[in-house]
């Protein structure tokens, strides 16, 4: 198709071609149902088969350990700022109260380390803080871990300051694994003690990696950025962290991890176009070599932007190189060259490569 552009788009973002070739074709008429999938009931054998192979795949990517649960969830990576809140920190007062710790201070805050590199891990930190506000009993606190105040180890990455789950009772640490905004992007994971759950928002690049999910509590992301169109966001959470409606804050039934389990994610109608797209997307990664292979290209093609950023006179690139992020490549250039940049860049079909309104232009 000669119209297509060069989609730079952080989300929603490129779907690849094949992709949407295929949707295409099913549109109209999916597995001779003689209905659109957009048209199917979501309590269908159609779907449930769509629904059981996306699970397939998304195990198979990531070798997903049996005691981990797979959760279709609505509402975008920001509705997982006050679910992951609320159903982690409810764990964790089932399992002060089950177990109790006579080294603990009974009256001593639930402590949640929130580590901030960027706008979305301070926008989830500020809706923990703002729902802490609400909780009933022993207090919730939220400790902000600054990527200012943690000290670089020999590699060049940051030692995160993270609080003593043996001095005060941790509920869960918490990163954002890529920063869209800032084009800030971790590694590799976190260090924190065995005994706290970690919690990732991998919303930006999802699938963009293998990630060894036996060392996460929750990991989530919205599908829109990697996965397909925007409408689902996927959970991934070990399931010693569901606990019932009766244990932790209030919460609502659309926000509780254990009532979306027990109904196989479909405790109402799910996003069935969103989820059938992201399926198509995870067998498309799958016949690409999977996400070894994936990776690899990701590398490769990251490699040779910050090459030429790095080299080049005009334009310079912020990140600290051992926290560059590979889906999103930040780079800025001199104000009054930005007009012109953008106008020849549209030129040629190179879309949505200006900042996110909340810092302005110089995203790529």
Not at 214 to 242: C, E, F
Not at 330 to 348: D, I, S, Y
Request: charged share 20%; hydrophobic share 40%; aromatic share 8%.
């Amino acid at each position: 198709m000669a119209n297509r552009t060069y989609n730079f788009g952080a989300g929603p973002a490129k779907i690849p071609r094949p992709v949407l070739e295929r949707v295409q074709a099913e549109l109209l008429d999916y597995d001779n149902t003689g209905m659109s999938v957009m048209e199917l009931s979501h309590r269908s054998k159609a779907f449930d088969a769509i629904l059981q192979k996306t699970k397939t795949h998304l195990t198979t990517l990531l070798s997903i350990p049996d005691n981990y649960e797979i959760l279709f969830m609505q509402g975008g990576a920001t509705t997982q700022f006050s679910a992951v809140f609320f159903n982690l920190v409810g764990a964790k007062q089932k399992e002060l109260n089950e177990q109790g710790d006579a080294t603990l201070d009974s009256n001593a805050p639930i402590v949640i380390d929130y580590i901030i590199t960027g706008v979305w891990s301070a926008k989830a930190a500020e809706e923990a803080e703002r729902l802490a506000a609400g909780v009933k009993g022993r207090p919730v606190h939220i400790h902000r871990v600054l990527l200012k105040d943690s000290p670089l180890t020999a590699s060049g990455t940051p030692s995160w300051a993270l609080t003593d789950p043996l001095q005060h009772p941790v509920a869960y640490v918490y990163y954002c694994s890529n920063e869209t905004v800032h084009g800030i992007e971790f590694h590799s994971i976190p260090e924190c003690h065995p005994s706290v759950p970690l919690v990732t928002d991998v919303s930006s690049n999802f699938l963009s990696r293998p990630v060894p999910v036996s060392a996460l509590g929750v990991m989530y992301g919205g599908a829109q950025k990697n996965l397909g169109p925007a409408g689902v966001s996927l959970v991934i959470i070990r399931k010693d962290l569901l606990v019932g409606l009766d244990e932790g804050p209030l919460r609502p039934l659309m926000l509780d991890y254990a009532t979306m389990a027990a109904h196989g994610s479909m405790y109402n109608t799910p996003p069935t176009f969103s989820i059938y797209m992201v399926g198509l997307m995870l067998e498309w990664l799958l016949e690409q070599g999977g996400l070894e292979a994936i990776e690899k290209r990701n590398i490769q093609k990251a490699d040779k932007l910050y090459a030429a950023l790095d080299q080049s006179t005009l334009y310079t690139a912020p990140v600290q190189r051992e926290m560059r992020s590979r889906m999103n490549v930040v780079f800025k250039m001199a104000p009054e060259l930005e007009g012109p940049f953008f106008k020849g860049a549209e030129e040629r079909r190179m879309l949505q490569l200006k900042g996110h309104r909340s810092i302005g232009n110089g995203f790529g």
